[in-house]
């Protein structure tokens, strides 16, 4: 996952970069509202897709007395601080660029836009973008499409244990979606010659911005506070720890995900009444192996053995049957 996540990660850095160079020289020479929002969006992406990699890196640690469990999870506070670049550097600087060249418009100043020398750069420029653009958001659906199965986009989204895709899938659409207002925002006024349509196309973008922004805080959130493995994967542990030999039953079991993929499992076994401590022992360890050919990201496994009792035994609150929404 991880493989393929970067792939799509690198591919939208180097087109973000080479965008947001070509839209700034645009906006210098057009003065337009909508391209300095458009600039701004671009390096907004392009930075979030060097903390994608930066968190990457920074996962595969090793684990420390400190961090005994490692450092898995960086994958997910550096996509959470993804969402928060996006909402601050790209949604809110758009809405008050958009608000500043409303007042501008409102009070009759020139408008930049009515250059004659320089009218076909911006469209030029948004032109060349979205066809670089769309290459990356190519990019990004088929390698999603290698790990997402038969899931909904919204579903893959939303479920995902690995951050990078969907990060990238949601930005790569607001890019496109951003690099159509902006055209239509700098064609309406060239045409027209009024900026308010300028001031309409960079406030959409603001706006779309700042929804992907919270949609991925929101996804990332729950990520960071720790989910349980998929329901298939629950299925599979379970089926595993059931056939084992000498498992009577599971009492409870509750699994976390260190990160993408690793996975804590943590479960109380029932054993037989007469069986010996080796044998118990050698039940734990028939399990644990079951358990890793069923999941091979069940890399943290601790199995407590007990004696089943239907009156007494304690059963605290059961793993969810599904995984939980995120």
Known sequence: MAGHGNKAVVAALLANSGIAVTKFVAWLLTGAT???????????????????????????????????????????????????????????????????????????????????????????????????????????????????????????????????????????????????????????????ENGYFDVAGAAAIGTLLVVVAVVLAIETKSLLIGEAATPESIRAIRGALDAADGVDRVIHMKTLHLSPESLLVAAKIAVRHDDTAAEVAQVIDAAERAIRAAEPAAEVIYLEPDLYDRDHTPDPRPEPPHAPAH
């Not at 961090?67 to 994958?75: A, N, S, T, V």
């Not at 009218?119 to 653009?133: C, F, G, Q």
């Not at 949601?170 to 027209?192: K, P, Q």
């Open 34 to 192: 909508s391209m300095l929002a458009e600039a701004v969006h671009s390096v907004a992406d392009a930075g979030n897709q060097a903390l994608l990699l930066v968190g990457a890196k920074r996962s595969v640690r090793e684990a420390t007395p400190e961090h005994p469990f490692g450092f898995g999870r960086d994958r997910y506070i550096y996509a959470f601080i993804v969402s928060i670049v996006l909402f601050s550097l790209g949604g809110l600087f758009a809405l008050y660029e958009a608000y500043h060249k409303y007042h501008e418009v409102h009070a009759g100043e020139p408008d930049q836009l009515l250059d004659s020398r320089w009218w076909w750069v911006p469209l030029l420029v948004l032109s060349a973008a979205i066809v670089m653009e769309s290459f990356s958001f190519r990019t990004a659906i088929v390698e999603s499409n290698k790990v997402r199965g038969d899931a909904t986009w919204w579903s893959f989204i939303r479920k995902a244990k690995a951050p990078e895709l969907p990060v990238v899938l949601l930005e790569d659409l607001a890019a496109l979606l951003g690099l159509i207002f902006a055209l239509a925002g700098v064609s309406l006024t060239l045409a027209t």
